[in-house]
């Protein structure tokens, strides 16, 4: 390889590093909860914490799921509890679909493990700076659900 083409080529490596990294600066908290042998049970809720101290900047909310094709329904419903700096709370629920009506999955990934990704809310602004905790159960009529793996948020600063 002659000196010109080694640097093109190391300039374009350079460019797609860059490029990579610059990708993921609009992540302002990712966190993802494990859950034990693939199973949910309505008594476990699943903490979140972060810090914010910015009170300008408008972020988008989403809750990351991977189901195994074990998951017997269609959709999962969330109880979101959230806790604010100076004791104050709010709670919501959020309806994943993970399936079609017949049945094939919406998430990415190949074998049993398939990845999902729901927009909850567009343009959060944290008010107050401080320790934000988000507490998560699943709101399914099953005690216990079998094939749901991992849950996370991903709070992603909005892009103008």
């Given at each position: 390889m002659s000196l010109p083409s080694f640097l093109q080529a190391a300039g374009i490596i350079i460019?797609?590093?860059?490029?990579?990294?610059?990708?993921?600066?609009?992540?302002?908290?990712?966190?993802?909860?494990h859950l034990k042998n693939d199973e949910w049970k309505s008594a476990d809720t699943l903490f979140?914490?972060?810090?914010?101290?910015?009170?300008?900047?408008?972020y988008d909310f989403y809750f990351e799921v991977r189901n195994t094709t074990d998951y017997d329904m269609q959709n999962l419903y969330l109880f979101i509890t959230a806790f604010y700096?100076?004791?104050?709370?709010?709670?919501?629920?959020?309806e994943c679909i993970l399936a079609a009506?017949?049945?094939k999955w919406y998430g990415k990934?190949?074998?049993?493990?398939?990845?999902?990704r729901?927009?909850?809310r567009k343009g959060v602004v944290f008010r107050k700076p401080g320790n934000y905790v988000i507490a998560?159960?699943?709101?399914m009529r099953k005690e216990n659900l079998k094939g749901i793996s991992d849950v996370g948020i991903l709070i992603?600063?909005?892009?103008n």
């Amino acid at each position: 390889m002659s000196l010109p083409s080694f640097l093109q080529a190391a300039g374009i490596i350079i460019l797609i590093a860059f490029i990579s990294v610059s990708c993921n600066n609009s992540i302002f908290h990712s966190e993802t909860v494990h859950l034990k042998n693939d199973e949910w049970k309505s008594a476990d809720t699943l903490f979140y914490s972060f810090n914010s101290t910015d009170t300008t900047t408008t972020y988008d909310f989403y809750f990351e799921v991977r189901n195994t094709t074990d998951y017997d329904m269609q959709n999962l419903y969330l109880f979101i509890t959230a806790f604010y700096p100076g004791d104050t709370y709010s709670r919501d629920t959020a309806e994943c679909i993970l399936a079609a009506p017949d049945g094939k999955w919406y998430g990415k990934g190949m074998g049993k493990h398939k990845d999902s990704r729901f927009l909850f809310r567009k343009g959060v602004v944290f008010r107050k700076p401080g320790n934000y905790v988000i507490a998560v159960n699943q709101a399914m009529r099953k005690e216990n659900l079998k094939g749901i793996s991992d849950v996370g948020i991903l709070i992603k600063k909005q892009v103008n």
